[in-house]
């Protein structure tokens, strides 16, 4: 398995930017891939971006294409997400989570980290 802890969410005004990490440990030799979900209140989790963590291959919700860049330091094992003119719907709880090789799904999830876009 692989631990999963999410950093750099804050407080921040609509059009600024953040910089999430998602520093992960364990049996990393095993990832395949890792995404940023997020949550929002009374709504379902859904995918805003992953990266395959050999080829470095990524995806992006349309809601945050142009606007999110997620990439990986593979020395370091963390992923990050890079959120430049936040909206207010950008305000969540965002999660990262791996794909182990040869699963269908991500499997290990990290705690969240809360990121609120005030207008």
């Known amino acids: 398995q692989v631990h999963l802890v999410e950093s750099g969410g804050g407080v921040v005004q609509a059009g600024d930017s953040l910089r999430l990490s998602c520093a992960a440990s364990?049996?990393?030799?095993?990832?395949?891939?890792m995404g940023w979900f997020r949550q929002a209140p009374g709504k379902e989790r859904e995918i805003v971006s992953s990266?395959?963590?050999?080829?470095?291959?990524?995806y992006y919700a349309d809601s945050v294409r142009g606007r999110f860049t997620i990439s990986r330091d593979i020395a370091k094992n963390t992923v990050y997400l890079n959120m430049n003119s936040l909206k207010p719907e950008d305000t969540a709880l965002y999660y990262c989570?791996?794909?182990?090789?040869?699963?269908?799904?991500?499997?290990?999830w990290g705690q969240g980290t809360l990121v609120t876009v005030s207008s």
């Open positions: 364990g049996r990393t030799v095993r990832m395949y891939a």
């Open positions: 989570a791996v794909q182990y090789i040869g699963a269908s799904d991500y499997g290990s």
């Open positions: 990266i395959r963590w050999g080829g470095g291959n990524t």
